[in-house]
T-cell receptor
Framework: GENVEQHPSTLSVQEGDSAVIKCTYS??????FPWYKQELGKRPQLIID?????GEKKDQRIAVTLNKTAKHFSLHITETQPEDSAVYFC?????????FGTGTSLTVIP | EAQVTQNPRYLITVTGKKLTVTCSQN?????MSWYRQDPGLGLRQIYY???????DKGDVPEGYKVSRKEKRNFPLILESPSPNQTSLYFC?????????????FGPGTRLTVT
C-alpha cells in the first residue's frame, strides 16, 4: 500500500516566522493530498488540499506545493500566529483509501 | 447543523467483551470511514464505505467489523476487544464516493481495553 512520510515530527517557530512541513509518498496513483489540523483534544479539520493536476494552491497564509515527479508535497504557513499551534497531518489517497503521515506538532512561540 | 456524531465518547471495557461504537452523519455523504489514532502513528484507516452495503478494508482492519445498512450510519464493531485496540477512534464522512473530497470528522471515541 501507500507509504506517507512526514517531517519534521516537531517544529517550533517564533510568531511571525514561516513554517514548512514536508511529506513524501510512494504510490504514483495517489491523486489527492489534503492537510488536516488537529488542535489539542479536538478532531482533525481540513485546512487545505491539492489535486494531482495542480502544482500549487494558496489560501491566505497557507499554501501547499506538489511535486509529482519527486512524489513530495509541502505545507507552508506564513506569518505564523499562536493559534497556528497544533498537530498537522498530511495524507495521500491512491484509489479510495486515505493514508496519513505521522503528524507534525507545531508550536508558535509568542 | 451539519455534523458527524459518535457514541460513546469514552469507553472502558474488558478484554473479550463485544462492543459497538456508533457513527452517524446528517450530510447525506456517500463516503464514510473509521480511523484509529495512536501516538507517533498518526491516523490509520480501519474500514471505509463508498455507499450503502459497500464496505472495504483499510490499512488496519484486523479485529474490527463494520456495516453500512443505511447511508447515514456506519457502526464500528469490536467482537472480541484486546488491549492493543486501546486507542482514539474517529469516524469521518465525505461527499464523494471517491477519496478526493474533504472529510468531516466526528468528535472521537476514546476506548480503553483492560
Amino acid at each position: 500500500g501507500e507509504n506517507v512520510e512526514q517531517h519534521p515530527s516537531t517544529l517550533s517557530v517564533q510568531e511571525g516566522d514561516s513554517a514548512v512541513i514536508k511529506c513524501t509518498y510512494s504510490d504514483s496513483a495517489s491523486n489527492y493530498f489534503p492537510w488536516y489540523k488537529q488542535e489539542l483534544g479536538k478532531r482533525p479539520q481540513l485546512i487545505i488540499d491539492i489535486r494531482s493536476n495542480v502544482g500549487e494552491k494558496k489560501d491566505q497564509r497557507i499554501a501547499v506545493t506538489l511535486n509529482k515527479t519527486a512524489k513530495h508535497f509541502s505545507l507552508h504557513i506564513t506569518e505564523t500566529q499562536p493559534e497556528d499551534s497544533a498537530v498537522y497531518f498530511c495524507a495521500a489517497t491512491p484509489s479510495n483509501q486515505f493514508y496519513f503521515g505521522t503528524g507534525t506538532s507545531l508550536t508558535v512561540i509568542p | 447543523e451539519a455534523q458527524v456524531t459518535q457514541n460513546p465518547r469514552y469507553l472502558i471495557t474488558v478484554t473479550g467483551k463485544k462492543l459497538t461504537v456508533t457513527c452517524s452523519q446528517n450530510m447525506n455523504h456517500e463516503y464514510m470511514s473509521w480511523y484509529r489514532q495512536d501516538p507517533g502513528l498518526g491516523l490509520r484507516q480501519i474500514y471505509y464505505s463508498m455507499n450503502v452495503e459497500v464496505t472495504d478494508k483499510g490499512d488496519v482492519p484486523e479485529g474490527y467489523k463494520v456495516s453500512r445498512k443505511e447511508k447515514r450510519n456506519f457502526p464500528l464493531i469490536l467482537e472480541s476487544p484486546s488491549p492493543n485496540q486501546t486507542s482514539l477512534y474517529f469516524c469521518a464522512s465525505s461527499l464523494s464516493t471517491g477519496a478526493t473530497y474533504e472529510q468531516y470528522f466526528g468528535p472521537g471515541t476514546r476506548l480503553t481495553v483492560t
